[in-house]
């Protein structure tokens, strides 16, 4: 779950597409991402079966993220606002990382 949050890799290690929001979820902390995954865990199962897809060349190439990912993955805060009192930085933190796609 770690790995598919935080890195975009999958379980059988292959590259996960961007539209997976890793590529903002990378900046929440790893107790964050533990609490998450505990979260998650609470919650039923969905009796819903996710519909088969396939995407078409050149898509279906998954080699091809690790290209894209060392152009544009960073880890790293959008703006490093130093300065900033801690409420800021928290307020950052939540909109560039867990809050992205909420």
């Known amino acids: 779950f770690g790995d598919a949050v935080t ?19 990378s900046r929440m902390k790893p107790q964050d991402v ?15 079966v996710a519909p088969a897809h396939e995407l078409g060349f050149p898509f279906n ?20 606002l130093a300065s900033a009192d801690e409420e800021i930085r928290r307020g950052q933190y939540l909109v560039e990382g867990p809050g992205h796609c909420g």
Do not use: C, H, M
């Open 34 to 48: 533990a609490d998450l995954f505990g979260y998650i865990k609470t919650l039923p199962a969905s009796p819903n």
């Open 7 to 25: 890195r975009g890799i999958g379980r059988a290690g292959e590259n996960l597409y961007p539209a997976f929001p890793y590529t903002s979820y």
């Open 61 to 80: 190439q998954r080699i091809l993220l690790t290209g894209w990912k060392w152009l544009f993955f960073s880890t790293a805060p959008r703006v490093v």
